[in-house]
């Protein structure tokens, strides 16, 4: 069974600095896909980023960015120029070609003013 | 926002009652999941379906049945509600395609007393 680990349960940043929060997975498949979701105060789950694992290169979308390391199966999320309105659960999920999509407990961010 | 609409939104029950949890789209799209969301959990996956009448079990399943007799609805039944399944739950969506984003409900809050 896939299983996906998020060791920070809580972290803080300053508003405009660099945060990186991490993930583990583990799983057999050599094909897969991961995703970043944030989930804010209003419960309501958003998309920030995802990766396709047969791709080297790392994903970017404006202020996020992943380094996905495919051999240590690392999946990390660095938010850069921190705002105030990333205050946010965030989830790592992880998905076989079966769709089985598996979510770790997630990491609580604060971006401090 | 994507169409998927779960209900009811809150909902208190005896344990021992029978509970059934909807979660209905407006999409289309072939892949329905459901969630809990507990404190220092994260999201776990509790069943899902790629099909009408097509689901299989996540890592949460024991307690908990599905069925998907139409595209666009996915009902939960608790047979028989415990404390322990005391949650949020969580619908998601997703349309064909190995990357595709999964969209999520607003969440429904149960409380089994």
């Known amino acids: 069974a896939q299983t996906v680990t998020q060791s920070q349960p809580e972290m803080s940043v300053q508003e405009a600095e660099t945060v990186t929060l991490s993930c583990t997975y583990d799983t057999s498949e050599s094909n897969y896909y991961l995703f970043w979701y944030k989930q804010p105060p209003s419960r309501q789950m958003i998309l920030v980023i995802r990766?396709?694992?047969?791709?080297?290169q790392n994903a970017t979308e404006n202020r996020f960015s992943v380094n996905f390391q495919k051999a240590a199966k690392s999946f990390s999320l660095k938010i850069s120029d921190s705002q105030l309105g990333d205050t946010a659960m965030y989830f790592c999920?992880?998905?076989?070609?079966?769709?089985?999509?598996?979510f770790g407990a997630g990491t609580r961010l604060t971006v401090k003013p | 926002d994507a169409g998927i609409t779960q209900s009811p939104r809150h909902k208190v029950t005896e344990t021992g009652t029978p509970v059934t949890l909807r979660c209905h789209q407006t999409?289309?799209?072939?892949?329905m999941y459901w969630y809990r969301q507990d404190p220092g959990h994260g999201l776990r996956l509790i069943h899902y379906s790629y099909g009408v009448k097509d689901t299989d079990k996540g890592e949460v399943s024991d307690g908990y049945s599905v069925s998907r007799s139409k595209t666009e609805d996915f009902l939960l039944t608790l047979e028989s509600a415990t404390s322990s399944q005391t949650s949020v739950y969580f619908c998601?969506?997703?349309?064909?395609?190995?990357?595709?984003?999964?969209?999520f409900g607003q969440g429904t809050r149960l409380t089994v007393v």
């Open positions: 990766q396709e694992a047969y791709k080297q």
């Open positions: 999920a992880f998905m076989t070609n079966n769709n089985d999509m598996r």
């Open positions: 998601a969506i997703r349309d064909r395609g190995q990357n595709t984003e999964a969209f």
């Open positions: 999409e289309n799209h072939r892949y």
